[in-house]
């Protein structure tokens, strides 16, 4: 990976307020009550903690007729100048994406998906120059496809890796830095990540596994105190907790509550 971009943070991202109906929103377990006003309360704490880190925050309002709708990660992945709106694989999340389509309008040139293809941005693991692309319940393996075509107009490679656990990809493993990867242990097969020279970490918390990495720092879940000890022990980085737990009930966590737009000439994930 020595020929990419340099990593920085990203100087934007594009969020979406929490609908008053979250506790509708697609799930796994629902053994759970979720309170939509302490999600949103959280909400508004993790915009200010991108604030606080220097980003501009994009806050696109909420829509009560798409109870996921603050999971925006789904809706689109940005390959560099280029970005896909995708077809949620959920049929409840697919209205979602048109405000996002015209939220995004003004930094990326966007290409749409059709059925029968489906893809949520919660599959898209971006490490420098390479997408790997979780094929799961959500992802379809035209809808990686389509995803390999348009990421080769900004030189990306992509990865396809089978998601055997959990929603997304992404709730298996993330970046906690550039070439560094945790992951919830045992839920993967880390073999084409160790293969691109990522290090991996394994985790113990399964909501551990879904940082959210800007630059130097590396946002992880209140939930995730053994995780958040462990990367603290790293040298260059800086933890910041963060307490998503409404968000967990509904099978989020850290990256699924933003859209990142890397800076023109960098990546970031
Ligand atoms: C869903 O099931 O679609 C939402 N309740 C959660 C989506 C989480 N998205 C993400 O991690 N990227």
């Known amino acids: 990976m020595s020929d990419r971009l340099p990593f920085a943070a990203p100087l934007t991202v594009l969020v979406r307020d929490v609908a008053s109906n979250m506790d509708r929103c697609e799930r796994e377990n629902h053994s759970q009550e979720i309170d939509a006003a302490r999600a949103r309360t959280q909400h508004d704490a993790y915009v200010k903690t991108l604030n606080d880190l220097g980003l501009d ?3 696109i309002p ?22 896909v709106v995708t077809r949620p694989g959920a049929a409840s999340r697919r209205h979602e994406i048109a405000a996002v389509r015209s939220g995004l309008n003004q930094w990326c040139t966007l290409h749409t998906m059709e059925a029968p293809l489906t893809l949520d941005g919660g599959d898209v693991l971006r490490a420098g120059n390479r997408l790997f692309v979780g094929t799961s319940s959500r992802t379809n393996p035209q809808g990686a496809e389509f995803l390999r075509k348009i990421a080769a107009l900004d030189g990306l490679d992509v990865v396809v890796v089978n998601v055997r656990g959990g929603l997304h990809l992404k709730s298996s493993c993330t970046l906690a830095g550039p070439d560094h990867l945790v992951h919830f242990a045992g839920s993967l ?5 160790r293969d691109a020279g990522l290090r991996c970490t394994p985790v113990i918390e399964p909501f551990g596994a879904n940082v959210l990495v800007l630059g130097p720092v590396v946002l992880v879940s ?23 737990s409404e968000f967990h009930k509904a099978d989020g ?17």
């Open 57 to 59: 925050v994009h806050r």
């Open 62 to 83: 909420a829509d009560d007729t798409c109870p996921d709708c603050c999971f925006i990660e789904d809706t689109a992945v940005i390959t560099g100048k280029n970005a």
């Open 189 to 193: 097969d880390i073999t084409p990540f």
């Open 222 to 244: 209140s939930r995730s105190p053994a995780t958040a000890d462990l990367l603290s022990r790293e040298k260059n980085i800086a933890v910041r907790l963060i307490d998503v």
């Open 253 to 269: 966590a850290l990256t699924c509550l933003s859209i990142r737009i890397p800076r023109p000439g960098a990546w970031c994930t």
